[in-house]
């Protein structure tokens, strides 16, 4: 069980997230949608650090972080038990296709560098690149880079694994392939949340669809509750402006 507990956030005199409470399942594939600006990203971002909560708490099973009152260890500890895929893939570009899904394995887990270059090979043997790995970033398409992005995050088999926005810096002709590896993810029970603009993906593979507006979950419940019967105007004027009646 995942448990995020009022979690607030300020960006200057902004607040931007206001008092979050979410419960997430084992195998769980909840989708967060909503407008641009409502806090969607920055909650991913604050689940394992990348910025700093002002208020609240997380626990992944053993591991309870207190954002006003924490350790390093901590925090590192949250960490380890999360995977994060980028916007924009975030590759070290110096590093190969497998030496940037290594890594992790070696800097955070403390693998043999060998043992972590194997498993890497692995990992993009499964994700349909294992004739890549001696490839950089530079070789790649927009697809391919996200999809080492996805293995990167795979590879420290995280409890949770955060999607931000994973497919918007894509090119259209890339996207499927992006989608289908988080499809080929959601059938194996691996526990996600995921911010997107893909309506359709949410429909199709999401357990939960949570509508988050002005810093708060709105509404949320089945793909077929939050889309066939939406409650809330603001949700319903949402679905409009994105082309779901």
């Known amino acids: 069980m995942i448990n995020l507990t009022n979690i607030h956030k300020r960006f200057g005199d902004s607040e931007v997230l206001k008092g979050i409470d979410l419960s997430i399942n084992k ?7 909503g407008s641009s600006g409502t806090g969607k990203s920055t909650l991913l971002r604050c689940v394992n650090f990348l910025e700093q909560a002002d208020q609240g708490i997380f626990n992944i099973d053993d591991v309870t972080v207190d954002c006003q009152n924490h350790t390093k260890a901590e925090v590192l500890a949250l960490r380890r038990k999360t995977g994060f895929v980028f916007q924009n893939y975030a590759l070290f570009s110096h590093m190969t296709a497998r030496q940037n899904i290594a890594e992790g394995l070696i800097t955070v887990q403390g693998w043999k560098k060998s043992d972590a270059l194997a498993r890497a090979q692995q990992i993009l043997d499964d994700i ?5 790995g001696d490839s ?5 398409s927009g697809g391919q880079q996200q999809r080492v992005g996805i293995g990167r995050a795979m590879a420290l088999q995280p409890e949770l694994l955060l999607f931000d926005e994973p497919t918007s810096a894509l090119d259209p002709e890339w996207v499927g392939e992006v989608l289908a590896l988080m499809k080929k993810l959601a059938t194996q029970h691996q526990t996600m949340l995921v911010v997107t603009h893909e309506m359709q993906f949410a429909r199709e593979v999401a357990d939960r669809v949570i509508f988050m507006a002005e810093g708060n979950i709105i509404e949320q419940g089945s793909p077929q509750d939050i889309f066939g019967n939406p409650q809330d105007p603001r949700l319903k004027k949402f679905l409009n402006m994105v082309g779901i009646e």
């Open 27 to 33: 195998g769980e594939i909840i989708v967060i949608i």
């Open 128 to 132: 349909g690149l294992g004739d890549k």
């Open 136 to 140: 950089y970033p530079s070789a790649l």
